[in-house]
Structure formats: structure tokens, C-alpha cells
């Protein structure tokens, strides 16, 4: 998985990006040093609590909390976010503001192990019904330990469908994180939120309502050395194997 490093300058479908270096993340294992140990982000222009929660590692209620920013989460380019309880800064100013709307849920966070109903190509988990992203072949595998994946990879040529795991809101649509490429990140409830990197084209912008199924993107190699989709479902801001949520195939 990419060490993540937030270089975003715009929201998609509004202005473009600057050029940002980009690495396939199998290349890499985890959050580096700076990243782990790092008290406050600066916040650029395009970034998100979402996108910059996802940099870190981090659940983007907790930054929230953390930092006293309450929905629709509002931050500002040059605003110093605190990455931890002890670091919360004092004052954050800048002239910009940009909006970064949530799903709005009535649903609280899962203590327990998901509950799992399986059907013929949907399958509920931590209340909410997910499917497959893609349908090529499964060629990568969630992985803690050895060559770090924080998702799954699969299989596709250029050019072809990626769909809307489960329904929600688009919270980030771009580019800038290094190794995803061009990225799309839904929220899906105030627990999950997946992610569909390496597209070639998006199709949506944030703050888009997402059905389930809906065509989002479709497949590239932005960010990775061949066409394929790598989607990744995070359970309270930590990356959790995609394949315990969607249905067997």
C-alpha cells in the first residue's frame, strides 16, 4: 500500500491538478515514519477531513472531535489540523473555504462483528448491502503483514466499468493521493467509507449521491504499472479485507 502523501489542489470536476509524483503502493508497506508520528496536517486547497482522515490512517470522526469541527466539516487551506488529542492547535485561520458535506445517518458505529446476510450478488454487512466494484478476476489480496494491501485488486482493461460498491456520497473524487491515481472515495454511513483508485476517468464529483451499482468510474493504470481497480472498505477509519463484505462469488 502507498505511503500516502496529501497533495491534492482541487476537487474534481472543478479546476485541475498540479502534476503530483505518483507510485504503485505495493511498492510500499505502511504509514511512514513522518506520517505515524506527525501531530498536525497543514491543510492545502482541494483536501477534505475525509481525504486527509484517509492519509493518516485515521477515522475522520475522531479528527473531528479532535479539532472541534462539527458536520458539515468545513476546513480551510492553511488550517492546521491536529492528528492527536494533545496536539489540538489553538487557533486555525485562512481565506478559503471548502465545503465538505457528510452522508447524513442515522446509523451509529458497529461494536460488534458485522452481521451477514447473503443473497444471489448482494450482501449485507454492518447494515449496509455491498456488491462487486468490478467483474474481472480477483489478482490481489488483503494483506497485513509481508507485502502490505490495504484492499483488494482486480483485474480489467481500460476503459471498463467500476460501479458503486454500496450506495452513499462521494467525499473526495481526484487526484493527489500518491500511488491511488485518480480516486474516488464514498461514504457510505458513520462507519464505512470505500475507496476505487488507478481509474483512468471519473464519473462523479463530490458531494454526489451514489446509488448502489451506479457506474462511478473506469478502470486505468493512473498510479500502478497495469489496468485495475483497487478498492478498499475502511471500518472506522482502519482498512478492513473487502472480501468479508462482499458476496462470495
Same mark, same amino acid.
Given at each position: 500500500m502507498t505511503v500516502l502523501v496529501m497533495l491534492?489542489?482541487?476537487c474534481a470536476g472543478k479546476s485541475g491538478y498540479a502534476p503530483v509524483s505518483s507510485i504503485d503502493y505495493t511498492k510500499e508497506k505502511r504509514l511512514t515514519y513522518r506520517q505515524k508520528s506527525a501531530k498536525y496536517h497543514t491543510v492545502k486547497r482541494g483536501e477534505t477531513l475525509y481525504?486527509?482522515?484517509?492519509?493518516y490512517g485515521k477515522n475522520f470522526k475522531e479528527l473531528a472531535r479532535i479539532n472541534g469541527i462539527k458536520s458539515p466539516y468545513v476546513i480551510h487551506p492553511g488550517q492546521k489540523i491536529a492528528l492527536k488529542t494533545s496536539s489540538k492547535p489553538k487557533s486555525s485561520k485562512a481565506k478559503k473555504t471548502i465545503k465538505n458535506n457528510e452522508v447524513k445517518s442515522v446509523v451509529k458505529p458497529?461494536?460488534?462483528? $458485522?452481521?451477514i446476510r447473503r443473497s444471489n450478488d448482494k450482501r449485507t454487512a454492518g447494515k449496509v448491502q455491498w456488491q462487486w466494484p468490478a467483474s474481472g478476476k480477483l489478482i490481489g489480496t488483503f494483506s497485513s503483514n509481508g507485502r502490505f494491501?490495504?484492499?483488494?485488486?482486480?483485474?480489467g482493461k481500460l476503459g471498463e466499468p467500476v460501479y458503486?460498491?454500496?450506495?452513499g456520497k462521494v467525499v473526495f473524487a481526484g487526484s493527489g493521493l500518491r500511488g491511488y491515481g485518480k480516486l474516488v472515495i464514498i461514504h457510505h454511513n458513520e462507519t464505512y467509507l470505500s475507496a476505487y483508485a488507478h481509474n483512468s476517468k471519473l464519473l462523479v464529483k463530490e458531494n454526489q449521491i451514489i446509488k448502489a451499482g451506479q457506474k462511478i468510474a473506469e478502470i486505468g493504470s493512473t498510479g500502478t504499472?497495469? $489496468?485495475k481497480l483497487h478498492f478498499e472498505v475502511r471500518k472506522?477509519?482502519?482498512p478492513v479485507n473487502p472480501l468479508q463484505y462482499l458476496p462470495k462469488r
Open positions: 491534492l489542489s482541487a481525504s486527509i482522515s484517509w492519509n458497529i461494536k460488534k462483528a $458485522p452481521v494491501n490495504k484492499g483488494i485488486d482486480i483485474a458503486a460498491a454500496a450506495k504499472d497495469k $489496468p472506522n477509519g482502519k
